[in-house]
């Protein structure tokens, strides 16, 4: 798959969502990168899907001049555990779906329970 090919199934999965979802769906930037830098206290071998940084739309106090969230989905970690360009696909959607469960305020283990990661 080529950059441009993942790009677009980054965008497709965000296109998924129900308009009712997607219009909340402000102040934040998905951005897509090769790799993910682990911190310094991290084990260096972390190797993650994507990764949601800010503060959920849940404890979220109205700022006027806010910094966006970020969603990252990591092209390198999700090429290398996919087997197929239909998985591939299918765990682009999972990553996207699971990062923006996460701006929406759901933890980790009701994100598994629904099926996104």
């Known amino acids: 798959m080529t950059e441009q090919e993942f790009d677009d199934a980054v965008s497709a999965a965000l296109a998924r969502f129900p308009d009712e979802l997607a219009r909340l769906l402000t102040n934040v930037v998905v951005v897509v990168e090769q790799e993910y830098e682990p911190e310094p206290w991290e084990d260096p071998d972390t190797e993650l899907l994507g990764l949601y940084d800010g503060i959920p739309l849940t ?23 996919c087997r197929s360009r ?6 682009i959607t999972v990553t ?8 929406f305020g759901i ?11």
């Open 96 to 103: 996207v779906m699971h990062e923006v469960g996460h701006f």
């Open 59 to 81: 404890e979220r106090a109205e700022m006027p001049w806010q910094l966006p969230d970020r969603i990252v989905v990591f092209r390198g970690p999700l090429t290398r555990h």
């Open 86 to 91: 239909a998985e591939l696909e299918d765990e």
């Open 107 to 117: 933890e980790e283990d009701r994100l598994h329970e629904l099926g996104w990661g």
